[in-house]
């Protein structure tokens, strides 16, 4: 699907960003004294977590449990020694959501060269023979 090369870069460019982001947060963290919190640490880091996610993106799977059970635990052992079941996985993704959001759209998006591609593909609303009758898209698609 796409090398170890690929996958350490992203790996790499995902934890650099995780340590920034994380200094980030501790700076503007509301201290309170009185109560302590316990966070649970992981076996797998977030720029690991966040690199998985990454690597979905770039694949043809059509879902990420069959490209979890059947790509990343049978071929990417090696990149990822310290791998969780899907069902961990997947409770995982939720603490890494603002910060792989962000990753994407700081880290990963490229910059506009001026080409735009189109899609002008036809969306049907409804059958041909209730086009007058149908009220979905009336005024904005004529």
Do not use: W
Not at 56 to 83: C, S
């Amino acid at each position: 699907m796409f090398t170890p090369d690929k996958i350490i870069e992203i790996f790499c460019m995902a934890d650099d960003f995780c340590k920034g982001f994380d200094l980030e947060v501790q700076k503007h963290r509301i201290q309170t004294p009185d109560k302590k919190y316990y966070e649970r640490s992981s076996r797998m880091s977030d720029s690991e977590i966040m690199t998985i996610l990454v690597g979905f993106h770039f694949g043809t799977f059509r879902n990420f449990k069959h490209y979890y059970l059947f790509y990343v635990q049978k071929h990417l052992r090696g990149e990822f020694p310290n791998l969780v079941s899907y069902n961990r996985f997947v409770e995982l993704q939720s603490k890494v959501f603002i910060p792989f959001v962000l990753f994407l759209k700081l880290i990963c998006f490229g910059e506009c060269t001026g080409i735009t591609y189109v899609d002008s593909t036809c969306i049907r609303v409804c059958h041909n023979k209730r086009i007058r009758r149908n009220k979905v898209f009336k005024g904005l698609a004529e």
